[in-house]
Structure formats: structure tokens, C-alpha cells
């Protein structure tokens, strides 16, 4: 199982259409969007599963999202949705930290060029379809804080892999970093006193519901992507998703095998890339090469890693030559 594909396949069709009613935007942005808001709501909900108070909050939360909800979220009407984002931006608040809730907000509004009320929106739909997705997979019966805390730590890699190109969590306070992460184990040694999460969560209200709503943020203040942009981003992550998620299921010179194909195939999709970014405006080239950079450099992260398995450099490290060679000559 990947769970970020798999929350991607419940927004596709009608609940697609619904999200991009719901926020205001059109369908290409609201996609690219998503795909942003996605793996950084469940990075944030991961850094929660790592301690034993934050997963049985988040499965006590994720309990009161029936699959049956979600199931009909795509014909609710105006009013019905109403209702269930307002319980969705009380369970946001309830569990996230005010201070990496508004870094979240902040960063998703640099980066897809929403203004703060339509990216509160977004995550405001996205939480009550990941917490549904739990609880489709365990029933509220096995819903538990063991088994969400293990679910998390399985799925590090295929949310950190999710992460667009240029959208990065590691500035936000609140939100540890992915070795901490890592390192905390299901255990839960670093139990938060009570006190602490009642403050936490009414920072968090205080943020979404209290607080005086600041004036929009200019475009110019922003990361507003220009269409080009946008319609490149979007592609350069289409290629860069299944390129990562078909090496780090490379386990043994097998599966390297089974691989290769695949990679080769990704291979020839970067000609359509290249004709992408000759079309972005000059006066964007600098964020566009970022994107290139970041992506390039998780790519070798997690291709360092399989080639130096046994037996499979030999069979695929010609095809990730290639490939990484094909990202940095997009720079032109």
C-alpha cells in the first residue's frame, strides 16, 4: 500500500471536481495544489504518529470519519459540506501544533499562489479524506494509536518521496525533522503533559477561528506561479513520483530486473519536460531550476542508496546515469 496514491485515487472524478468547487480554483491548479497540500498534511500527521499521545489522538480523530462520510462527500450539498469542513478544521487545529499549522498554511501559499482563506480551504477538505482513508483501512474497531503509529513510520518514504519538487517542511517550527522522525519509534518516550496539548489545540483554534484575518498577500510577496510554471511543476512531478517510488522498490538484482523497464520508459518522458520549461517565462527560470535542483538532488539520495545494493549497479546504474543526467540538463 501507498497512502498518498491511495488518497490520490479517493480525490479523483467527482471529489476532484468538488474540491475545486469548494476552493474557488480551476481544476489544473487545484490538482497541482493537492498534490503539494497532500504529503504535507500526512509528513505533519506522521511527526504526530511518532509518539504514542499524538497517534491515539490522531486515531481517536480519524474515528470520527466514518468511510461512509467520504464516500458521499463528492454529492454533499452546500450546506452538508459546510458542516463537515468546520469539524474538519476543529480536528486540524485539535492535533497540530498553531505554530507548524500556520507554517503549513504559509508554505502552501507561497508555493501554489493561493491566498490564505483558499489554502485553509484545501486543507480543510484534504484532512477529513486522509482521516477517512484510516479509517476505511482499519475499521474504527482497529483503529488504534499502534496501528497508526506503525502505519506512519511504514509510509515515511512514499510521503517524503510525494514532497513536489521545491516544497520543503524543514523550516517549520513545530514539525521534526525526518531523522527525528525516524528516530522516535512508535514507543512514544516524549509524552506531551496535558497542559501542552490543551494550549496546543487552542492555538490552533485561536489561528483558524479567532484571529483577525490578515490583509490578501500581494503576488509579488508570493511564490505566484505563472500557468508555465505551474503546468511545469506539475510535470516535472508526474516523472519525478513513479522514477523514486519504482527505485525504492529495488530491494535485490530480482527486482532491479523488473525495474529497469520501467525506469527506461521514464526515461523518455523528459523530452516533453524539456519543451515545458523553454516555455517558462524568463523571470521564473530561477524558481523553476530550483525545483530542478531539488528534485535532482532526492534523486541521487535514493539512487546512491539501491546501487549500492548487491548485484543491481550492474544492471541499472547506465539507466540512472541517464536519468539524472536528462534532470540537469533541463537547466538548458
Known amino acids: 500500500?501507498?497512502?498518498?496514491?491511495?488518497?490520490?485515487?479517493?480525490?479523483?472524478?467527482?471529489?476532484?471536481?468538488?474540491?475545486?468547487?469548494?476552493?474557488?480554483?480551476?481544476?489544473?491548479?487545484?490538482?497541482?495544489?493537492?498534490a503539494a497540500a497532500l504529503p504535507?498534511?500526512?509528513?505533519?500527521?506522521?511527526?504526530?504518529?511518532?509518539?504514542?499521545?499524538?497517534?491515539?489522538?490522531?486515531?481517536a480523530m480519524a474515528r470520527k470519519f466514518t468511510p461512509e462520510e467520504m464516500a458521499s462527500l463528492s454529492g454533499m450539498t452546500t450546506g452538508q459540506s459546510a458542516a463537515m469542513f468546520d469539524e474538519s478544521k476543529s480536528a486540524l487545529t485539535g492535533m497540530l501544533d498553531g505554530n507548524a499549522l500556520h507554517g503549513i498554511v504559509v508554505l502552501l501559499q507561497k508555493f501554489t499562489g493561493f491566498d490564505i482563506d483558499t489554502v485553509k480551504k484545501l486543507l480543510a477538505f484534504l484532512t477529513p479524506v486522509i482521516l477517512g482513508s484510516l479509517t476505511k483501512k482499519f475499521g474504527t474497531a482497529g483503529l488504534t494509536g499502534s496501528t497508526v503509529s506503525a502505519l506512519f513510520a511504514e509510509q515515511k518514504d512514499n510521503i517524503a518521496n510525494a514532497m513536489p519538487a521545491g516544497l520543503s517542511l524543514s523550516a517549520i517550527p513545530g514539525l521534526p525533522n525526518a531523522d527525528a522522525v525516524a528516530n522516535a519509534g512508535s514507543g512514544g518516550s516524549m509524552l506531551l503533559p496535558i497542559l501542552l496539548v490543551l494550549a496546543l489545540a487552542a492555538?490552533?483554534?485561536?489561528?483558524?477561528?479567532?484571529?483577525?484575518?490578515?490583509?490578501?498577500?500581494?503576488?509579488?510577496?508570493?511564490?505566484?506561479?505563472a500557468p508555465e510554471v505551474s503546468q511545469f511543476s506539475s510535470q516535472l512531478n508526474d516523472i519525478l513520483r513513479p522514477l523514486i517510488g519504482t527505485l525504492t522498490q529495488v530491494k535485490d538484482a530480482a527486482?532491479?530486473?523488473i525495474a529497469l523497464p520501467k525506469l527506461q520508459e521514464i526515461s523518455g518522458r523528459f523530452d516533453g519536460l524539456k519543451a515545458a520549461m523553454?516555455?517558462?517565462?524568463?523571470?521564473?527560470?530561477?524558481k523553476v531550476k530550483k525545483m530542478i535542483n531539488d528534485g535532482n538532488a532526492r534523486l541521487k539520495e535514493v539512487a546512491d542508496k539501491v546501487l549500492a545494493l548487491p548485484g543491481v549497479s550492474e544492471m541499472l546504474k547506465p539507466t540512472v546515469d541517464q536519468l539524472i543526467g536528462k534532470m540537469a540538463a533541463l537547466h538548458g
Open 203 to 225: 492555538a490552533g483554534y485561536w489561528y483558524f477561528i479567532i484571529r483577525p484575518q490578515p490583509e490578501p498577500v500581494k503576488p509579488a510577496e508570493v511564490m505566484n506561479m
Open 255 to 257: 527486482s532491479a530486473e
Open 278 to 286: 523553454t516555455k517558462v517565462p524568463e523571470t521564473d527560470k530561477a
Open 40 to 59: 504535507a498534511l500526512l509528513s505533519a500527521f506522521g511527526s504526530m504518529a511518532s509518539t504514542s499521545t499524538g497517534a491515539e489522538k490522531l486515531a
Open 1 to 34: 500500500m501507498n497512502i498518498v496514491e491511495t488518497i490520490q485515487q479517493e480525490l479523483s472524478g467527482g471529489l476532484l471536481d468538488k474540491l475545486s468547487s469548494y476552493t474557488g480554483q480551476g481544476e489544473m491548479k487545484t490538482r497541482t495544489a493537492a
